[in-house]
């Protein structure tokens, strides 16, 4: 069912502002806040349209890159936009262009509105009379479940944030009553997790209506308090010293300054919580004629054991096209409704300006090359078999004789692709638009043949050039996303809806393994007693149903074993498991790693050269465009507090550095 998102301006007495829907519920009538909440909450409808207006405040987090509700993907290492302007304001974050005055991502207040009602309707759930016990449990578990994600939101933008007191404050309390120091980091995790919990007791385990597919659920809860622990234990937030005197009034750290190791058992149980839930699995296709023989490296066994009875291509990436449905879906947990048409979409930004595309985003070279070889190998380790082209043949066409596939599950290699894009492992091609690559756009269906059927080249006379008027809406490195394209997509015809997945069970997998991993000896949890151990086959089990499912060979105990090899193993995986899935700025900084990375020049091909300068085209070299230009410094691992909420709060700080 198509969902429709609007911008609408209300009246909302103390609470006023514009609210933009979100996909948590349908969201298609809102209730004033003038209105008298004993009318709210005597009658089910009314109660229903208050927990819709609760979550109107939620990001809508399928928008990557135009009009997103953070800087965060733009502001990764995975790409850049073309442009830098009000709708592509995420490119200004890595700029240094945004301060505590611009208004930008300031989504504090709205959060913290959303907080306010689901704290209404927690405290007077009970006076609704024409309601069912089933229901009332489960708009309670929706409301626990809002103040739960809207700390999150909160946190994972701007670090410690003040935790309200549950009983919401009356309309006509004082400023001064209302100020409200930030609490610890940690202290923000537990009251999440708290609210997850309570919220997973109440919620339904399953929803099977049309009308009901993308509000949240059991899984849901249990895997937001899995990515928090996981975050709480992750270096950034346990014991960093960099925040060393960053405290509270009366002297607690807002950043944990002592290790504690039991931080990843307890992590490692908050994901085991949601596989043993026995709900979700991850996507799969069954092989067909068209799926290629595996590499003779990879476990023929039946998957989850191997990948011998599956589409390892079609597999994931009919999980992101639109191609299995979300009621089909096992694999999505948590996910909001990714369709819509003009700039808004992912299509817009990366379709060939012949589908009606703008062809405006870049990826990097670093996530091309974290793609593995079919075999499993890297790209600079590769196999005889299998083997990555030195310079001297990288770029020349694949043509007929490479050895290669030019057509399995579905999928097209043009014979003018270079030879350093064959061979790659199968989410490289679910994923990754790149020079000579085959845009179908099959849904158009008028008679000017150039609006469909595009080989993308993005050489400086290649098929998807802009307009002279505006030379620089164009692909800058000569990689884009197709991760979210299905097929028959065209901005000139129709396009699939789609569920964008916001935590989906592979992540779950993976925050197991990289939990596990890092533990030192036994854990047991005080409350429920339960037990857990870096157990290396247990990692295994983990890790290796996200290698199967992408045809890969799985790794061993033995590997398993080497806890700083794994590390790099589970960190690489996660790279290329969930590219541009809103997820790599937050697994960096709370990794560490983001000085790092986010300050290595972009690299891409050459886009200055023609198409008979192949050799020169297929050079990785620095991108010199301006937007591809930036650098990290400390203060941004958080995004700064707006000032004129500071001026509001006198009991609220800074955060470093801004």
Request: glycine share 6%; charged share 25%.
């Amino acid at each position: 069912m198509k969902k429709n998102f609007y911008k609408i301006a209300l009246c909302l007495g103390l609470w006023g502002c514009s609210l933009v829907s979100c996909d948590f519920l349908n969201v298609d009538r809102y209730i004033d806040d003038m209105t008298s909440l004993d009318s709210v909450f005597s009658r089910k409808n009314l109660l229903d349209q208050y927990i819709n207006g609760a979550a109107a405040y939620l990001n809508d987090e399928s928008r990557l890159y135009t009009h997103s509700a953070d800087p965060f993907q733009t502001a990764s290492d995975e790409n850049f936009v073309a442009w830098n302007d009000d709708r592509h304001a995420g490119t200004k974050y890595l700029r240094d262009e945004i301060n505590e005055f611009t208004n930008y991502f300031a989504r504090w207040g709205e959060f913290y509105k959303g907080i306010r009602k689901a704290n209404v309707v927690i405290k007077r759930i009970n006076e609704c009379l024409d309601i069912s016990e089933i229901d009332r449990r489960d708009y309670a578990g929706k409301a626990y479940f809002l103040r739960g994600y809207y700390y999150y939101l909160l946190i994972r933008q701007y670090g410690p944030v003040p935790i309200i007191p549950d009983d919401p404050f009356e309309t006509d309390e004082t400023i001064e009553n209302m100020a409200i120091e930030r609490n610890t980091f940690d202290e923000c995790c537990d009251y999440i997790c708290e609210s997850m919990e309570m919220a997973s007791q109440m919620l339904l385990q399953r929803r099977s209506a049309t009308s009901e597919i993308y509000q949240p659920t059991k899984g849901a809860a249990l895997a937001v308090i899995s990515r928090v622990r996981l975050m709480q234990a992750s270096p950034w937030f346990n014991g960093n010293t960099a925040y060393s005197g960053w405290q509270t009034s009366d002297g607690r750290d807002f950043i944990s300054q002592n290790y504690d190791p039991d931080r990843w058992g307890q992590a490692a149980l908050a994901a085991k919580e949601v596989m043993d839930l026995g709900v979700y699995k991850l996507h799969t296709i069954p092989k067909n004629t068209k799926t290629p023989e595996l590499p003779a490296n990879v476990s023929k066994e039946s998957f989850p054991n191997g990948a011998g009875n599956i589409d390892p291509l079609r597999s994931y990436s009919e999980l992101f096209n639109g191609e299995t449905p979300l009621q089909s879906n096992d694999e999505i947990i948590y996910a909001c409704d990714s369709w819509r048409g003009g700039d808004e979409s992912v299509n817009w930004i990366v379709m060939p300006q012949a589908m009606g595309g703008a062809n405006g985003l870049s990826l990097t070279q670093s996530l091309i090359d974290a793609y593995y070889m079919v075999d499993g190998r890297d790209i600079n380790n590769s196999s005889a078999e299998y083997p990555y082209p030195g310079p001297d043949e990288a770029y020349k066409e694949v043509g007929t004789s490479s050895g290669a596939l030019l057509e399995f599950s579905g999928y097209e290699i043009m014979p003018r692709t270079a030879k350093m894009f064959v061979n790659r492992e199968p989410r490289f091609y679910a994923s990754i638009g790149f020079c000579h690559c085959f845009w179908p756009g099959s849904s158009y269906l008028g008679t000017e043949t150039s609006f469909k059927n595009i080989e993308a080249t993005y050489y400086k006379d290649g098929t998807v050039q802009p307009n002279a008027q505006l030379p620089d809406d164009k692909c800058h490195s000569g990689y884009t996303l197709k991760k979210y394209t299905n097929p028959e997509d065209n901005l000139k015809g129709t396009n699939r809806q789609k569920a964008f997945p916001i935590i989906r069970y592979a992540e779950i997998l993976l925050n197991y393994a990289e939990a596990l991993n890092e533990m030192d000896g036994t854990y047991t949890d005080p409350e429920s007693g339960e037990t857990i151990t870096r157990d290396p086959a247990e990692i295994c089990k983990a890790f290796n149903q996200i290698r199967y499912r992408a045809g890969l060979p799985g790794i061993t105990e033995a590997e398993a074993n080497n806890r700083e090899a794994m590390r790099d193993l589970i960190k690489r995986e996660r790279q290329i498991e969930f590219a541009c899935e809103h997820m790599r700025f937050f697994d960096l900084r709370r990794w560490g790693d983001a000085m790092e990375m986010l300050n290595k020049p972009i690299m891409g091909m050459n886009v200055e050269a023609k198409s008979n300068e192949r050799q020169l085209f297929y050079m990785p070299t620095i991108v010199n465009y301006k937007y591809a230009r930036r650098s990290f410094s400390f203060k941004m691992n958080f995004f700064p507090i707006h000032r004129n909420t500071l001026d509001k709060n006198p009991k609220l700080v800074q955060n470093p550095g801004w």
